[in-house]
């Protein structure tokens, strides 16, 4: 968490407004690909200059979809800003990343913010990044921390024109996107899930210190997903609720769909909280447990040999007058009564039920 | 709960609104049934074919009530959803097992979602299963996952016209089938609540691990059921709010009802809730004291034996000059003096009430 | 309370309204009273059949108290409904015992369930069962599930027309009524205070295992009671509320009185809960203190003894060589040897606080 | 907490508005004083009867404020309240103590009732009484349990004309002394957070068994004194958004100020609450802690002797063919291995780091 | 905590609006500065007296911004407010240090409180102090304990002109000032993070007294931290609210930036706290699992050569007749039986995985 806000520290004193990355630089330079389709037109591109791209900025016509992955180029989000005339605070938060997700609706456009995460399934790995859209008439910006998202479903279904995407406006490609980010989190809520289930049947088994310290990380993840998460709940219950131009009425029962999802993610991480107390509860108990039988098993040792121990060294002692020692069966009756003893001491272990 | 979303994973990346079961397959094939009824009418049928099915699809007229087993064969329920005009999204809903209990008041039908619990009593084993339910005019749709519901009660009552169920439109049929869900909650709760009941008995006994891991799945349990039930609140009170032509006038009161029933559910979770936290704590203090206990006899042998074994060691030493080992009485002096000791320990754990 | 609900399993497919009593018969027979008074008047009876009881049910006229103990004649109950037109689903309620507390209006009458304590304060014995109100004009029935009430109160003030309640509608004798329910919960909650108390002194003193099992309890009553009681904040709160005819404008003001006392009783019980808590934290950390305790007495018994057992060991073993023995005052200077020891060891455990 | 609700179960079965003092006597007899003033006029009288006081009673004309010390003559109460048209309610409030915060307001009067604590600062102990105002236009009456209170500020700010007290009506001398009692809560709290904070530096040293009872009763006290501040924010809330001629316009901005620290006053003891709930875990955690360094120095002592103690008793035993007791050098190599095998425990222990 | 309440004590009883600096002197005296500015204008400016202040104090044409560090001189204090028309209470606030932060509208000022923290980053230490705002038209006047702000950028953005500061009216320097305060939550904030991550690190690998002392010191700092921030979102939330001439419409925007931050410093500290809970567990935990791996090494130890020392002792008796000490190689044999015996031991502990 910490290495994460560092330059969060420089900006204090700037002005609000100030263009200025805050993340660590992800990639070695900008890379921005166009899209441009209706239900009849598809054009990709993938200008190889700022220039290009400002050219593409047309808010009306077919829907335009431009992506920026790359934010440490703060002056080609600064140019793209400006020729939109997207205020500069919401220009700031795009570079500021480690916001929170939310929704914004400015005079003539709308500005989303989300965190994306996308998971290396093979080495269970998660990586997250900011992502920011802008949605001015037909006209969808978004912009990424670093190459490779979420979105190669869309991006397929708008090439092969599968279902509806390619006939409608561009707030249902919001949609769309935004519906991919809240699907990828299933994927990370399965894992973790599947992570607390093999970490249950490691403590019901055997408590072990590299286990407690598994489990403290899996709930510190959780936390932190949690506070990515949380927050969705009221952008998409806001994004449904915008009306028309922002949201077209066709797009609105399929944000509500989303909302679904959201509500979905949020719960499932509630429960997995739920677990990770449990599991804690569950460790603990364990450990007591394990130590109640470790500690009987000492007590059995002992009361039974420190009593016996006692005895031989009572004839052990070298006094000259010790009538017993001259005894013919002394050392035998000594043994047995220790016999006894020891038999006296089971029987009070099995009332105490510790055998 | 992990098996349970495996195919959620799948679903990254396509259309909204795209038929596709995201559960197990749980029987071989798709099994149908319609009920037609009004004060005088009542026939049933088991039709093979969808196409039979899709023939008897009539909102108007008397009630009909159509029955699907079997998620599967998506495509039936995608054309069933394409003839009664349903939104691809419902039909998305249907086939996506694992949904959140919700109500949602299309244009020109009604759609619910539950989660229906059934039991084996005997064995005290429960298995659940998504139910959705389309309401569209006179005509009842039921999807379940798998053969088997806990509707047996409505059929009879059906069957032998029983109360005013067969002179009532279909909204009350709807509220029938949900009050039959809810009803079966009870049983799942009571076998709950008497499964906590047994390992109080046991924990206040004898806090063994076995029990610990029985206290940690009931605990789980709870959770996810509690996850299941605690939505019906919001959906019930909603259906209960809706208006003519949705909810006749004289069914609404049935569904307050039904409402006073879902809130009984929950409150009883809630208390299984604190019980399970109640009952562990007990665990961990069970623990506890059974270790002081067993601390506490280990302490006293070692404390009774442990000086004791000291003294008959130092008159076991073999130095040539120790005059004890002459006198007369010296073994005798040293056993009583022995003996004081162990009067005088006993006394100090009385006092500290060790004993 | 497993127990308690044995007969919700047998509701389960039954139509709504159907007349089934799910608690345990708790009295031979029914039986009922009917007392009618107005300023003037006062009359009191035990009819012996219900057809007496039917002929008395005149909403009109002087104010009205049907009592009747014994819900088990379900045929009773379903009678006098049916004929004051209460609805099927009211008198279900009546008869299924465990609801939760509740008020609801109907067009012409109005139903109160709440939950009757009353304790024995001898044996400081409490039973509870569940107490109906139906309110129609002038007429007010009360159904009980066995003999024995908290309205001895009520009885003689109207008995010896004390305070207003003579000169009042029926409205104020339920206020009456259910004050007299709220009033009874007091020492309820004076009884379980004074067990808490009682614990807490114990567990201070010497936490034991029946002690903890004592907290146990106390704890499950507490949460079981607050179940209850918990309701009641919203039912008195909407009862205060209802306007003419319910609740004559006179009554109101004793309405707001009364929902005065019922949120005093619900933050007694959040204040027993976190003694509760309180007392829990206690008894863990009483009895980790005592362990601590315990095990420093078998430390330093160790500590000292163990070493010098070893020394006196040493002088024990039987080599031909060794030189120490043949000392002349070897004996004593090992004896001063150990002594010395002793008094380090005692340094130190005084350093350590242990002593 | 038993003790004061002693009388409560007399109330059980009398009429509403029973004038029945519910608390201990306190004082001998009643004690009242009259204050009556406006800019100009300052007078004030003890009178030693209940006729005087009676005719004192004015609502209109200067302020006057009529304090009674002592509630258990509650023929005088009645007759007062009898008097000034006061609701039987309001006067069974003003006798009940034990009451929750609150404010009502009735036709012609408002209703008050607080807790107000004072405290001894040299001995640190704490008493506190219920405090009820009746405010009836320019006529104020506050009830006290016993002489004495926090008000001897405002009755000098009143001789002495200092501040606006003397130029404003009777509401302005309500909020004066509420916010008098309310200013009194911050000495409690600032001795509780005094010494929640010695026993933090306890409880870091050294962790005995007093201090947990002495946390067990802070921590209590701090539920107990929530419970009484709790509901003041919406007592103090509701005070300042009530409408001339109860609260004039002038007066408001003060009330405002005193909800200030209301809030001030309950977020405090939130934070106490944290805090005592740090302590508590701070405290199992010590204990924890120091029993593992009990633990770690008994398993030093055990594990460096008792191998060694076996060792010397191998050569105690008394065999007749033990070849090393002939060596010369037997009992040197004995002890040199046993001083190499302690060496090694060394090692081990410090590479656990339990040395 | 309780030093810096002192004072209040001496509050009770004095009338509302009485000018009391209720902190400890900072600064030896006070020290003034005035700002004036508008696009072109820039005059900065450092009375030495109190009038020459008074005499800039001019609500219209360019903005104004008078800043006073220390507030032990009540009496300046109190000119300047008699001066502006401010009410008692307002300046009463301003002098009571210890204030929640606040937002008040006054008929034609505004007045706002908050608590500034800054932190010197190379010793990691922070310092806070109750800092006020009166804004009245476009003068701005900022009250602060002592000497040294987080202001520098904003001063620095006023000389040199940066962004747009120096063309708006005085509510957006308000807001400037407000959003630095807020900006310097940041660094405070990594701060703790780091120590809890430092702990964390600790923890897992060695849990000792002295980490469980900072734990509960970062916990309690946040628990206060957490006070001081909390009520800001309210008061952001509702400075954004404020209508014109308060708030500005240009300005609003600026402010819903401000509120963004805001929301996101509670909910790192939600964070903090979450992980403060997890660290303890840890530590809990920890100490739990170490102590058990103590006294696994302690039962092994004590179980394998208890025994043992109990057959030397055996033979180390001194009976006359023990026919197995005559024999040739019993020392020999009973060795022998010695090392089975271990081996046996071995065996059990590797099957309870103890080894
Ligand atoms: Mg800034
Ligand atoms: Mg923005
Ligand atoms: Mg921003
Ligand atoms: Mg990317
Ligand atoms: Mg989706
Ligand atoms: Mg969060
Ligand atoms: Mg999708
Ligand atoms: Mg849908
Ligand atoms: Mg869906
Ligand atoms: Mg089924
Ligand atoms: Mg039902
Ligand atoms: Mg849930
Ligand atoms: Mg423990
Ligand atoms: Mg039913
Ligand atoms: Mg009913
Ligand atoms: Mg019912
Ligand atoms: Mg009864
Ligand atoms: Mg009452
Ligand atoms: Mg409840
Ligand atoms: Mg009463
Ligand atoms: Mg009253
Ligand atoms: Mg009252
Ligand atoms: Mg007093
Ligand atoms: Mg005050
Ligand atoms: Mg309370
Ligand atoms: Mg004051
Ligand atoms: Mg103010
Ligand atoms: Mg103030
Ligand atoms: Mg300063
Ligand atoms: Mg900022
Ligand atoms: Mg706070």
Chains 1, 2, 3, 4, 5 share one sequence.
Request: charged share 30%; proline share 3%.
């Amino acid at each position: 968490m910490a290495r994460k806000r560092q330059k969060r520290k420089l900006k204090a004193g700037l002005a609000p407004g100030t263009a200025l990355f805050t993340g660590e630089q992800k990639m070695e330079r900008l890379e921005m690909s166009v899209l441009r389709y209706d239900a009849d037109l598809y054009e990709e591109s993938f200008p190889g200059s700022l220039e290009e791209v400002l050219s593409e900025l047309r808010p009306g016509g077919p829907v335009t979809w431009v992506n920026l992955d790359g934010l440490h180029e703060e002056h080609a989000v600064e140019r793209i800003c400006q020729r939109l005339d997207i205020h500069k605070l919401t220009m700031e938060d795009i570079l500021s990343v480690g916001q929170r997700p939310k929704v914004e609706e400015h005079a003539d456009y709308l500005h989303v913010v989300l965190r994306m995460f996308m998971m290396d399934g093979t080495i269970r790995e998660t990586t997250d990044e900011q992502l920011s859209f802008i949605l001015k008439g037909n006209l969808l910006l978004t912009f990424q921390e670093r190459k490779g998202d979420v979105f190669d479903g869309v991006r397929k279904r708008l090439r092969e024109s599968k279902g509806q995407i390619r006939r409608r406006p561009a707030d249902y490609l919001l949609y769309a996107l935004m519906d991919a980010v809240v699907d990828n989190y299933y994927p990370i809520l399965e894992t973790l899930g599947e992570q607390y289930e093999e970490l249950e049947m490691e403590l019901l088994d055997n408590p072990t210190r590299a286990a407690l310290g598994r489990l403290h990380i899996l709930r510190r993840e959780t936390i932190l997903l949690r506070r990515s998460v949380y927050p969705l709940r009221e952008v998409v219950g806001r994004f449904e609720k915008m009306e028309e131009p922002v949201v077209s009425e066709g797009t609105r029962v399929f944000i509500r769909d989303l909302y679904d999802h959201t509500i979905q993610v949020i719960e499932n991480i509630e429960v997995l909280r739920d677990i990770a107390t449990s599991l804690l509860d569950l460790y603990m108990n364990s450990v007591s447990n394990k130590m109640n039988e470790v500690m009987k098993v000492l007590t059995i040792i002992a009361t039974l040999f420190i009593p016996l121990t006692f005895i031989v060294g009572v004839y052990g002692m070298n006094f000259d007058y010790m009538p017993e020692l001259k005894w013919r069966y002394g050392y035998f009756v000594v043994l047995g009564l220790m016999f006894v003893a020891v038999l006296g001491m089971m029987y009070f272990f099995r009332r105490r039920r510790w055998l």
